[in-house]
């Protein structure tokens, strides 16, 4: 096979008026020999296709089936709609709907006038237009129907349509041919129209990455761009205007006041205030000045900055965040795969029904196939009516649309959720369980006491004598190779007290996890940790000397050289103002929530926290693998846990809850790809507010299916005994996916 590769294809596709359509090029590409897997993912418009097919086969089958890749859109195709058009301009822009429009107002005039006049061939002349009507707009759903069905293998929502109309037509009911055929057009167009809304909205959160970037370069001989000196060092230097795609780690770029900063970087000159909204959902402005870091896609404020690039615009944490929620818009849920079989099996059912409905009775109890003679519809009559409520489009998009609309709410919000079964499952979380660094607590600790084991002073507040200042130098050797937030403590206390060079960095520097550290300075081993590392050191003797230390509220760090501890290094977190307010909303999102907290500290500092927070539960001391204990034990207890951590040493438990939150993925690229929900911004607040859009997604979500269903089953049992006219069942079907759309779509607004 020319062409023909292993790999995965991932395009987009144009041209889906509605959830079944997806189902529909499913199995149209299902049937190409080589094709392995196959998902088609509606609100995204996105195609993921495994197995030895070539791209041009893809494409010939979604031409045979009426569709196209969207990058091979052909001349005349359907034009994107933009959010601002109203659904007024949709219906008279495109083409297929002015046909509709135009065919409706003839039949209605003449239908008019058919009812008005006594003119015998008056009742012809009706019948005869609304034949034409149902012909002209009916032919391009019937040619798709005969597509799905011949390429697909697939009785599609065009098919039953198609045959409806049809046996209408058979039975002489020309007028609810004609309204059964507009209707069913209308409605696509509505369905399209709601669902490209849908999508425009997250689109708009794609693209907020400047195109452009103005890059500063040393000026040279012959260069073009307008040199100016701007007073700042560099005296002969051009601006140059390059697409994104034309900047490079390491160039430095120039972002003007109220610019879109255009890739991520660190400013080398400039101060401004800087407008973070669209990466992190803060939308107060944060001062940043030379040293610090920017992101793409961020507003700059009232200052011109220099910012030096750090990371290619495609690999900007904006970048980032658009892929990895492109990807949980696309990825099903069990629900959403639930519902898609079932669809696959609905609607084959009730085609089936309708045979039955119109053979079993005419056929073996007298049944009258054209009139029910009491003035009720005969049993033809009322099989149509069954074929067009075996459409299952509602039901197919009532979760997806539901759940894209939460996602995209909440990325705004800078919060990335992987995808929707990972929102369920928040919604179902009735355990919290907190990391308490990083997460209660700021994680910015600060050395509070130092006591040296031949100090004669009390170990309080700031004490800093010789033997004191060793004990940190010491302690620094090792520290200075650990990203821990209490060795960024201790060395800030060092550099401030100049300690910095006592000591070489020691050697060989292993982190004992959750206990400590330990390195090899001039051959004889340091270590700085817990009780518990000391002992592991064979250095438990000299803890005693350091209980005034070790039974305040400080979280204190042993130090010791070989086997005796030489001194205790005292630290305290500063607290988050904001984590009573937090814990408190969450007592009311999630009645009856449980919270505990999980942490490697000691359980005198533990406590003072939990109780001051009013926690349910305290663990201390837990080493990483009790952390994934703990987990355990609550999940067995209390149901479905959540771990919020700052991801810098929880991942494990993380990974190991029902639901991972981390915090401050903004700065950490390892906790966006690994945990299921994402806070850009290092703030607990989101949580609440994260727990409430999944509770009120799920409320949606059932609402929806109930919705869906129910409409169904209350036309299928109208329908059977007569009851159910054909254009009311299509009103329905439409009514009710437009319906459905309307109410996820209510999530984009969540408060
Ligand atoms: P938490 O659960 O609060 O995030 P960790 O599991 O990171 O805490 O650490 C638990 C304890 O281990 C700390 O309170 C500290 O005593 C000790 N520890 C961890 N890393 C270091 C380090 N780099 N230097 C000194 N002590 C450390
Ligand atoms: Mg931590």
């Avoid at 993912?41 to 969207?70: I, K, M, N």
């Avoid at 009856?592 to 533990?606: C, I, K, Y």
């Avoid at 409409?711 to 329905?732: D, S």
Wanted: proline residues 4%; contains cysteine.
């Amino acid at each position: 096979m020319a062409g023909a590769s292993a790999e995965v294809i991932r395009a987009k596709i144009a041209g889906m008026d509605c959830g079944s359509c997806a189902l529909t090029i499913e199995d149209g590409l299902r049937q190409l020999p080589g094709a392995r897997r196959v998902a088609v993912d509606f609100t995204t418009e996105t195609l993921e296709l495994e197995g030895e097919v070539s791209r041009e086969q893809v494409e010939r089958r979604l031409r045979q089936l009426g569709y196209h890749l969207a990058e091979a859109a052909p001349a005349g195709a359907r034009q994107a709609i933009t959010p601002a058009a109203g659904p007024l301009r949709f219906f008279l822009t495109d083409p297929q709907q002015q046909v509709a429009l135009v065919a409706t107002i003839v039949v209605l005039a003449v239908s008019l006038f058919a009812w008005l006049s006594e003119w015998d061939p008056a009742q012809f002349i009706f019948n005869f237009t609304c034949t034409a009507a149902a012909a002209v707009v009916g032919t391009p759903t019937l040619i798709k129907g005969l597509r799905a069905l011949w390429f697909g293998r697939r009785v599609s929502i065009e098919l039953l349509m198609t045959v409806a109309a049809l046996g209408a037509l058979c039975i002489g009911e020309m007028g609810e041919a004609a309204t059964v055929v507009l209707l069913f057009t209308f409605g696509e167009g509505l369905e399209r129209f709601s669902a490209t809304r849908a999508r425009e909205s997250l689109k708009s959160l794609m693209s907020l990455q400047p195109e452009m970037a103005t890059v500063i370069r040393a000026h040279a001989a012959g260069a073009h761009g307008d040199a100016h000196d701007d007073g700042h060092g560099a005296a002969h230097e051009h601006h140059e205007v390059v697409p994104a795609s034309h900047v490079f780690v390491g160039d430095l770029v120039l972002v003007r006041p109220g610019e879109r900063i255009a890739a991520d970087g660190v400013i080398a000159q400039g101060e401004s205030s800087v407008n973070q909204a669209a990466v992190t959902g803060e939308s107060i402005p944060v001062a940043r000045g030379p040293g610090d870091g920017v992101l793409a896609g961020t507003v700059n404020g009232e200052g011109a900055l220099r910012v030096t690039v750090t990371r290619l615009p495609a690999d900007s944490t904006v970048a980032r965040i658009a892929r990895l929620v492109e990807q949980a818009q696309a990825q099903r849920s069990p629900a959403e795969a639930f519902i898609d079989r079932f669809a696959r099996w609905y609607t084959p059912a009730v085609v089936a029904l309708a045979l039955l409905v119109v053979a079993v009775p005419t056929l073996f109890a007298g049944g009258q196939l054209l009139e029910g003679g009491d003035g009720s519809h005969g049993w033809l009559y009322r099989g149509l009516a069954l074929l067009i409520i075996a459409c299952p489009c509602a039901l197919v998009i009532s979760i997806p649309v539901t759940v894209v609309s939460s996602l995209t709410r909440l990325a705004r919000l800078g919060v990335l959720v992987k995808g929707g079964e990972q929102l369920d499952r928040l919604a179902e979380v009735r355990t919290l369980a907190f990391d308490k660094t990083g997460t209660l607590t700021r994680g910015r600790p600060s050395v509070t006491a130092v006591q040296g084991r031949d100090c004669a002073h009390e170990p309080e507040p700031q004490a800093a004598c010789e033997g004191c200042d060793d004990v940190v130098a010491l302690a620094a050797s090792v520290e200075g190779s650990s990203e821990h937030p209490i060795a960024h403590a201790i060395m800030a206390r060092a550099r401030e007290r100049g300690l910095t060079h006592r000591y070489p960095p020691a050697a060989a520097v292993v982190a004992a996890a959750g206990r400590g550290v330990t390195g090899q300075l001039r051959g004889v081993a340091v270590s700085v940790g817990t009780e518990a590392l000391m002992s592991a050191r064979g250095a438990a003797a000299g803890v005693g000397q350091f209980a005034r230390l070790t039974e305040s509220r400080r979280t204190v760090m042993l130090v010791a050289r070989d086997t005796s501890v030489v001194g205790a290094i005292g630290v305290e977190d500063t607290r988050r103002e904001e984590t009573p307010a937090v814990i408190d909303a969450l007592r009311s999102t999630v009645p009856g929530v449980r919270t505990a907290m999980l942490t490697g500290d000691n359980e005198r500092v533990a406590l003072d926290v939990a109780q001051r927070l009013n926690l349910d539960e305290v663990r201390a001391q837990l080493l990483p693998a009790d952390k994934l204990a703990a987990i355990e034990q609550l999940r067995s207890a209390h149901g479905p846990v959540a771990m919020i951590g700052d991801g810098i040493n929880d991942a494990p438990a993380l990974a190991r809850a029902d639901v991972g939150i981390a915090m401050g993925g903004a700065g950490s690229a390892q906790a966006m790809e690994t945990a299921d929900v994402v806070f850009m911004q290092d703030d607990l607040k989101r949580l609440p507010i994260t727990l409430s859009v999944a509770r009120r997604n799920r409320r949606i979500v059932k609402q929806n299916i109930t919705l869906s269903l129910g409409l169904k089953l209350a036309f299928l049992a109208l329908a059977i005994p007569g009851f159910a006219t054909l254009w009311l069942a299509v009103v329905a079907d439409v009514g009710t996916t437009v319906l459905v759309t309307l109410n996820g779509m209510r999530m984009l607004k969540a408060k």
